[in-house]
């Protein structure tokens, strides 16, 4: 099914206000003694707790090459921010997950300022609140599936 002129303008208009009204208002803040490049960040951001990833499925997705995502993947596991592992179905790759450590540290690099976000969430009502969170989760993971770098119109 095609994808709405209707859906497209109500994410380009519901983006704008959530990062608006929670951004960090450029502060600088450190999350530890050995502050995190945008590129690192971004890593951070796109890993779980949970759900493991391949380091070649996060390097795709960031449109970087294998040895930039290698030396990205030693220094956060370095910093205790991404725990490594085999992956479930090949050995060979490498399966990453962000560390309880890790998402102190993205939290605390986010360009959506975590008082801000809990203000805002506690605005919506429980069930609300859940359906909005499950509606994020569906778009970033449909985010994570676009190739890097590739821009279609609808």
Not at 32 to 61: C, D, Y
Request: glycine share 4%.
């Amino acid at each position: 099914m095609p994808v709405s002129k209707h859906d497209v303008a109500a994410v380009q208009r519901c983006y704008p206000q959530i990062y608006l009204a929670c951004h960090t208002r450029h502060r600088r803040r450190r999350s530890t003694a050995a502050p995190l490049t945008s590129q690192e960040s971004s890593i951070l951001a796109h890993l779980s707790e949970r759900q493991p990833m391949r380091a070649a499925t996060l390097a795709r997705h960031l449109g970087v090459v294998a040895s930039t995502m290698s030396a990205a993947i030693k220094r956060l596991s370095s910093l205790g921010y991404i725990a490594r592992g085999k992956d479930e179905d090949d050995a060979r790759a490498a399966s990453l997950r962000l560390s309880r450590q890790g998402a102190r540290a993205m939290q605390a690099g986010s360009v959506l300022e975590t008082a801000r976000v809990a203000g805002m969430l506690a605005l919506l009502p429980a069930v609300e609140r859940a359906r909005a969170i499950e509606g994020l989760e569906l778009l970033a993971k449909a985010a994570r599936r676009m190739p890097a770098n590739v821009f279609r119109e609808p």
